[in-house]
């Protein structure tokens, strides 16, 4: 696919991963989607952009706890999404005019771009990005990219309409009456879902991976010293499995078409 030089309001734009071990993290997904890896300048902390084809596809961090804000609590082994935004300021104010609180106030980061990150009425962060020299993602929807974001949440009737008011993004209805998930769409097209999270398991935006084959992908992560937690399954939309990482993070990776 062409490279990515823009993305709508309210579309995943960016993620990254926060890990305790950089190196180790590196390691496994440049086994796993081969990755390279570039190391930003001091300023940044060491941040670290993951690429495929010279093309920034997302971002990993190592863990910092001294440097975290006490109302983030310890910090978690995850997976991140940012949200476009055209004007971070505006997001924040909507953010918390909807119920939302923000952990990181809107911030410029060098001339790359303006963020913030955020927690949603539910508890569940979310981050914003703005786009300045860093676009986001420079490749999507191909494999070694994210290619589906969505929300599990514990309480869909208060998610849908703060994302929506907050982000801007418009809600599609229900899939059927015995599959409450819904996405929601900018610049008329799916760009994400949201949907309840099963019973007793933590809410969390989630993030799904293209691969190429997803048994043969599945096995790469468990040699390198990931763990299988959902098998490879044909679904309508592809061939799916999750991942735990060495670290604890957790994803999905997705074929399309579906094998079989």
């Known amino acids: 696919m062409p490279e990515i030089t823009s993305y709508s309001q309210g579309t995943p734009t960016w993620i990254d991963l926060s890990t305790p071990d950089i190196e180790a993290s590196k390691k496994f997904y440049g086994a796993l989607f081969g990755w390279d890896f570039e190391v930003g300048p001091p300023e940044t902390g060491g941040y670290t952009n993951a690429q495929l084809q010279g093309k920034n596809v997302a971002g990993l961090m190592q863990q910092m706890p001294d440097m975290s804000p006490p109302e983030a609590g ?37 001339d790359l771009g303006r963020m913030l990150v955020a927690f949603d009425p539910l508890g569940t ?35 849908r309409p703060f994302y929506a008011a ?31 999270a099963d019973e007793g398991t933590a809410a969390q935006w989630k993030v799904y991976f293209g691969v190429a084959d997803t048994d043969a992908a599945a096995k790469t992560a468990t040699d390198n010293g990931g763990t299988v937690v959902s098998e490879p399954t044909d679904t309508p939309y592809g061939r799916m499995a999750t991942i735990r990482d060495p670290q604890g993070a957790m994803f999905s990776i997705m074929s399309t078409p579906a094998q079989g």
Do not use: C
């Not at 949200?83 to 923000?102: M, W």
């Not at 986001?136 to 929300?151: C, H, I, R, S």
């Not at 015995?178 to 097209?189: I, L």
């Open 166 to 196: 907050a982000f801007g993004v418009e809600i599609s209805g229900p899939m059927s009456e015995d599959f409450d998930y819904t996405t929601f769409r900018s610049a008329g097209r799916d760009v994400g879902g949201i949907y309840p």
């Open 74 to 110: 310890p910090p978690v082994t995850a997976w991140s999404t940012y949200l476009a935004s055209d004007d971070v300021d505006a997001t924040a104010a909507a953010i918390e005019a909807n119920g939302g609180r923000l952990m990181m106030p809107a911030m410029d980061v060098m």
């Open 125 to 159: 962060m979310i981050g914003a990005w703005q786009a300045g020299r860093h676009k986001g993602a420079e490749l999507a929807n191909e494999p070694g990219t994210f290619v589906w974001n969505e929300l599990a949440t514990t309480d869909v009737a208060v998610a």
